[in-house]
């Protein structure tokens, strides 16, 4: 019985990641073929294999320094946000305070606006402040997106970690920033984990803003890949080939926060 | 109850100053635009709210906004339910939960117009698999041509990029429940289905709020991947709210009414994310005094 239900269960797993790496595989596929053979013929395998596609990529500078742009804001973003959101997340966790639900739901109504919204309003102030064509530029906008999410994910894993902890902590004489360093962040590491891997993958994907605040020096890849549309029509393979060099970084940020997320925290030992 | 203490404010600030500097500048920008009749840069006219007006008697917006429920709904009720699934069937350590969770994770990587992107090809009857594989086992598929098809592509395209959020998030909040629940369970004798609904279900509370709110209103706001794939067609089938806003705002440049449908949209979406998230809130409650 217990056999059976692992078969189920294993069954499933393996239909879903089928489901799920089928699309990127045809990615992949495209990326080694040409355009003529793309859109002449259906085949499983590229039939005249070429790393063409690639080496337009890594030998032009305005393709790679996209992937350049495009990592560095991420990171100052990321940290931005996990910095300023770890504090916040705690306070509404664990403290009621003056207007506590409205903020809390307010940070996720700037989720809620059409992205588009913000284009105008954020080309006009990053002008002022002399900000535009800087990763910094969109590093700070995208924190309207990120620092909700990041406040509420970690204030959903801070909820489930029992409060006597902190007042022991206390009663045995922590110091506040003490106790939220050495002890409880190491106890919500599976919520950093989460929150850092979907503020890194909110902004790697995000086009709208990233577009509108750069131009050269900090244009992001995604902005430099909607060059594939030209004149002369669609060049799928080189775009099949940035969207699986898209997919590195972030499959490198999830293997180093996957120990976070898989392991958790095991509450017997605290 | 949380003890009350109004020094958290301190905590909080940082984030308050972040967000509220990138998010109450554009709002009254948009407020401002809604209720002017810009001709040109240096003449407005107040219209006060004729914008809105008219906004609502749109028909087409009707339309959209239905089709627009329809599919976000549609999305909940097919993400939800299977990331929890995947969460539980994922396996929990060794090198297998790891390459799981890479690739369950990949496709959450790709940016939203590439995915678009991939899709048209992977669709095309001709030279995509997906699409050849439908005409192989005789259906005759195609999203191009058929308004239920076309749909449907961008439902399954849409589960396929955003599932694995749902099952994330679930999977790292299972992994946080203590060893001790799983044993005492254990004692009791507890089946499977009790363990999920009494231990699982109520502990995922926090993670499937944040799933269930972010996917309604990024679901809402779709807008790139259904524009590449199919461009809104065939005739209106997936246009949905974004793409109209953006026919009407690009098409016609008319800002005041953009903006006025702008603040419409946000304001329904505002009052949904309230609703749900009440509501998932009073379930939780009621979870917790009556199952403990």
Partial sequence: ?270 | MKPVNQKAWFLVLPVFICVAFSAILPLMTVVNYSVQDIIDPTRRVFVGTEWFASVMRDEDLHAALLRQLGFSLSVLLVEIPLGIALALSMPATGWKASATLVLVALSLLIPWNVVGTIWQIYGRADIGLLGATLQAIGIDYSYTGNATHAWLTVLVMDVWHWTPLVALLCYAGLRAIPDAYYQAARIDGASKLAVFRYIQLPKLRGVLMIAVLLRFMDSFMIYTEPFVLTGGGPGNATTFLSQYLTQKAVGQFDVGPAAAFSLIYFLIILLLCFILYNWMQRVGTADKSGGA
Avoid at chain 1, 12 to 32: E, Q, R
Avoid at chain 1, 120 to 133: E, H, R, S
């Fill in chain 1, 1 to 270: 019985m217990h056999e059976n239900r692992f078969h189920k269960r294993s069954l499933f797993l393996l239909a879903y990641l089928l489901f799920a790496v089928l699309p990127i595989y045809w990615m992949v596929n495209m990326s080694f073929k040409t355009n003529e053979e793309i859109l002449a013929s259906f085949s499983l395998l590229p039939q005249q294999f070429t790393w063409d596609n690639y080496k337009v990529i890594f030998t032009d500078a305005s393709w790679y320094s996209g992937y350049l742009n495009s990592l560095l804001y991420v990171a100052i973003n990321t940290v931005i946000s996990l910095t300023v959101a770890l504090p916040a997340a705690y306070a509404f966790s664990r403290y009621s305070f003056l207007g506590d639900k409205h903020v809390f739901f307010w940070l996720l109504t700037n989720r809620m606006t059409p992205p588009a919204v913000f284009l105008l309003p954020f080309f006009q102030l990053y002008t002022t402040l002399g900000l535009m064509d800087t990763h910094l530029a969109v590093a700070l906008a995208h924190l309207v997106f990120n620092v909700p999410l990041a406040v509420w994910i970690l204030e959903g894993f801070m909820s489930g970690i029992p409060r006597e902890i902190d007042e022991t902590a206390y009663i045995d004489g922590y110091s506040f920033p003490r106790f939220f360093l050495t002890i409880f962040i190491p106890l919500i590491k599976a919520g950093i984990g989460v929150a850092a891997f979907f503020c890194f993958m909110f902004s790697w994907v995000e086009l709208l803003l990233a577009r509108t605040l750069t131009s050269v020096n900090a244009k992001p890849i995604v902005a430099v890949m909607t060059r594939t549309v030209s004149a002369s029509g669609m060049d799928w393979a080189v775009l099949a080939a940035a969207g699986t060099l898209t997919i590195v970084p972030g499959a490198i940020v999830i293997w180093f926060v996957r120990h976070y997320i898989a392991k958790g925290f095991a509450m017997g030992r605290v």
